[in-house]
């Protein structure tokens, strides 16, 4: 187990010291074995799970070597484009949710799952990729190639691509297969108190996805938010923390000021992230290649930051496979907003005059994981990628 220690996740080199508290990945609770109180934390079977769900998770970064965006004359994303690439790791969890399921783990062996190389298509570097950061900037009213971006103009820009998407192709056939809701606060979406999740808006959503076929579809909910002024208020850093242990988490767009990252788990009040500043050359991922070459999708570096330290403007995701998963998410997001002393970090409504009643949910661990300690120290998993990264500021448009 030592030498897994050392070859796996590089400790002789980082020195960074683990807790023995559970960790919550995007729903999933991994526990420390506790049969012997005495024993390194990083030596057991639940921080190995931890381990495998987190490198399973795709890892978008800067790419450098792409065609021109637009009519510009940018054939890299380097210091402007890190929350584009936050967003589409927390759209492409989605779709490994949906398509794969919340359990699927990457696999070295060839031929690769058919569903697997499809998603990273859609997220490739150029016009012909659905979700690339070309279709992104082409779709949001508040962004341009260069510029730097919030949380908030992401969510819109996601959901105006969505729209469009829909629009140009057959149900049957689409690249983002769910409904999206972007919840706010009020009709403009940014300033207003809590952002409000009505029900029969979700509703709406989904018939409109569906084209009137039917009530009810898989939806996205992207939820921006700002939670604080130069700094995140620590009353919600509990709330935060809590939305992990939901089914339905797909985490949070956020970071330090100026750096955006996608943070995928927590561990008390800290939060581990995949991060897109590292800068790697363009891939074309082929849908049909099933021999491609996927590393660069992948991390093996588990980086960590304190909570407190998080920039105030953020967005969470949620995604929910049907109605039941959709009521099961209302009843816990009903619990937290009741357990948030007047502060919580949303609302849900079944109209927008009537109060939806929240139901009752378990969030003990009793599964296995654990991680880290320390703001932004990093431990490197197998065969870490020692490149340089990059580190780029975005502001709430």
Same mark, same amino acid.
């Given at each position: 187990?030592?030498?897994?220690?050392?070859?796996?996740?590089?400790?002789?080199?980082?020195?960074?010291?683990?807790?023995?508290?559970?960790?919550?990945?995007?729903?999933?609770?991994?526990?420390?074995?506790?049969?012997?109180?005495? &024993?390194?934390? /990083?030596?057991?079977?639940?921080?190995?799970?931890?381990? *495998? =769900?987190? *490198?399973?998770?795709?890892?978008?970064?800067?790419?450098?070597?792409? &065609?021109?965006?637009?009519?510009?004359?940018?054939?890299?994303?380097?210091?402007?484009?890190?929350?584009?690439?936050?967003?589409?790791?927390?759209?492409?969890?989605?779709?490994? /949710?949906?398509?794969?399921?919340?359990?699927?783990?990457?696999?070295?062996?060839?031929?690769?799952?058919?569903?697997?190389?499809?998603?990273?298509?859609?997220?490739?570097?150029? *016009? $012909?990729?659905?979700?690339?950061?070309?279709?992104?900037?082409?779709?949001?009213?508040?962004?341009?190639?260069?510029?730097?971006?919030?949380?908030?103009?992401?969510?819109?820009?996601?959901?105006?691509?969505?729209?469009?998407?829909?629009?140009?192709?057959?149900?049957?056939?689409?690249? !983002?297969?769910?409904?999206?809701?972007?919840?706010?606060? =009020?009709?403009?979406?940014?300033?207003?108190?809590?952002?409000? !999740?009505?029900?029969?808006?979700?509703?709406?959503?989904?018939?409109?996805?569906?084209?009137?076929?039917?009530?009810?579809?898989?939806?996205?909910?992207?939820? @921006? !938010?700002? !939670?604080?002024?130069?700094?995140?208020?620590?009353?919600?850093? @509990?709330?935060?923390? $809590?939305?992990?242990?939901?089914?339905?988490?797909?985490?949070?767009? %956020?970071?330090? @000021?100026?750096?955006?990252?996608?943070?995928?788990?927590?561990?008390?009040?800290?939060?581990?992230?995949? =991060?897109?500043?590292?800068?790697?050359?363009?891939?074309?991922? $082929?849908?049909?290649?099933? *021999?491609?070459?996927?590393?660069?999708?992948?991390?093996?570096?588990?980086?960590?930051?304190?909570?407190?330290?998080?920039?105030?403007?953020?967005?969470?995701?949620?995604?929910?496979?049907?109605?039941?998963?959709?009521?099961?998410?209302?009843?816990?997001?009903?619990?937290?907003?009741?357990?948030?002393?007047?502060? @919580?970090?949303?609302?849900?409504?079944?109209?927008?005059?009537?109060?939806?009643?929240? %139901?009752?949910?378990?969030?003990?661990?009793?599964?296995?994981?654990?991680?880290? =300690?320390?703001?932004?120290?990093?431990?490197?998993?197998?065969? $870490?990628?020692?490149?340089?990264?990059?580190?780029?500021?975005?502001?709430?448009?």
């Amino acid at each position: 187990m030592r030498r897994f220690q050392e070859r796996m996740l590089g400790l002789n080199r980082t020195g960074v010291s683990i807790s023995v508290s559970d960790i919550w990945l995007l729903g999933v609770c991994y526990s420390l074995s506790n049969e012997d109180s005495s &024993a390194d934390p /990083i030596q057991s079977h639940g921080f190995a799970a931890f381990v *495998e =769900d987190f *490198e399973s998770k795709i890892l978008m970064t800067y790419r450098k070597g792409f &065609a021109a965006v637009g009519e510009t004359k940018y054939t890299s994303d380097v210091n402007w484009g890190c929350m584009l690439r936050s967003s589409q790791m927390l759209v492409a969890q989605a779709l490994v /949710i949906q398509r794969l399921g919340r359990n699927w783990r990457k696999s070295f062996e060839k031929p690769l799952n058919k569903d697997y190389v499809e998603i990273l298509h859609y997220f490739g570097d150029s *016009e $012909a990729s659905a979700f690339s950061i070309h279709n992104l900037l082409q779709a949001g009213k508040l962004l341009s190639a260069g510029s730097w971006v919030g949380p908030y103009a992401m969510c819109r820009t996601w959901e105006t691509l969505a729209q469009s998407k829909l629009k140009e192709t057959e149900l049957a056939n689409q690249s !983002l297969p769910m409904a999206m809701y972007v919840v706010c606060g =009020d009709e403009n979406g940014e300033r207003g108190g809590a952002p409000v !999740l009505c029900i029969e808006d979700a509703s709406r959503h989904c018939r409109e996805f569906s084209r009137g076929q039917a009530d009810w579809t898989p939806i996205l909910l992207l939820v @921006p !938010l700002v !939670l604080g002024l130069d700094k995140l208020n620590p009353r919600y850093i @509990p709330l935060l923390v $809590a939305t992990f242990t939901f089914p339905q988490s797909l985490g949070i767009l %956020g970071g330090r @000021p100026g750096v955006s990252t996608y943070i995928v788990a927590v561990q008390d009040d800290n939060a581990f992230y995949l =991060d897109p500043h590292e800068v790697k050359q363009v891939v074309d991922v $082929a849908r049909d290649n099933l *021999e491609a070459d996927t590393s660069s999708y992948h991390c093996n570096i588990i980086r960590q930051i304190s909570l407190d330290l998080i920039d105030p403007s953020l967005a969470i995701g949620f995604y929910c496979r049907d109605k039941d998963d959709f009521d099961n998410f209302c009843s816990r997001a009903s619990e937290l907003a009741a357990q948030s002393n007047g502060a @919580p970090l949303l609302t849900v409504t079944q109209s927008r005059n009537s109060s939806q009643p929240a %139901g009752n949910y378990e969030t003990s661990c009793d599964t296995v994981g654990v991680l880290d =300690d320390d703001p932004f120290n990093a431990v490197a998993t197998a065969d $870490a990628d020692n490149s340089g990264t990059q580190e780029d500021e975005w502001q709430l448009l």
